[in-house]
């Protein structure tokens, strides 16, 4: 009777341990799709940022101010480059993480090889969302000063002919 007790808490505490593995692998795999869907929108958003500062520069670009326009220009100029510089230097870590996997997993097949890459690109991916705000923020930041100026080029030009 007492081996008996001792294989069902044995086998309770299996059944528990892989219930909480493949809860923790589901959560894994939900915060993945979150984070793959923030990175989505933002790169829409800051998008339909550039489209719309190209657009009210067309609409601005005959208006007086030209040391205003230059001013904007500048800083969507900084943003666009710390944007594409971020895209630009993410792919290309991420290719050479990719090529480090598959040669290690050349070398090496892991025993699991499913969970091993899971693994190994969240890793590349948390190392991503780490520096990700370093090139986000002052992306954001010199855009959103850009298409303020030239919002208020265009606000004292209305106002201007309003009056």
């Known amino acids: 009777m ?11 505490h299996v059944e528990a341990v892989a219930m909480q593995s493949a809860q923790i692998q589901a959560v894994k795999e939900l915060m993945d799709k979150q984070q793959s869907q923030v990175t989505s929108y933002s790169a829409i958003i800051i998008g339909v940022g550039y489209a719309g500062f190209f657009a009210l520069w067309s609409l601005v670009k005959d208006y ?5 326009h230059a001013v904007a220009g500048i800083l969507i100029g900084v943003s666009l480059l710390f944007y594409v510089g971020w895209e630009i230097g993410h792919m290309i870590y991420r290719v050479l993480q990719l090529n480090s996997i598959s040669h290690d997993f050349r070398e090496t097949p892991p025993i699991d090889p499913l969970k091993a890459l899971g693994d190994r690109l969240n890793a590349i991916d948390q190392r991503g969302f780490k520096v990700w705000p370093w090139a986000l923020i002052p ?25």
């Open 64 to 68: 007086p101010y030209p040391k205003l």
């Open 139 to 163: 992306s954001v930041v010199t855009g959103l000063l850009g298409g303020g100026i030239l919002l208020a080029i265009f606000v004292l030009e209305l106002s201007r002919k309003l009056a």
């Open 2 to 12: 007492k081996r008996l007790d001792k294989d069902v808490r044995h086998l309770k």
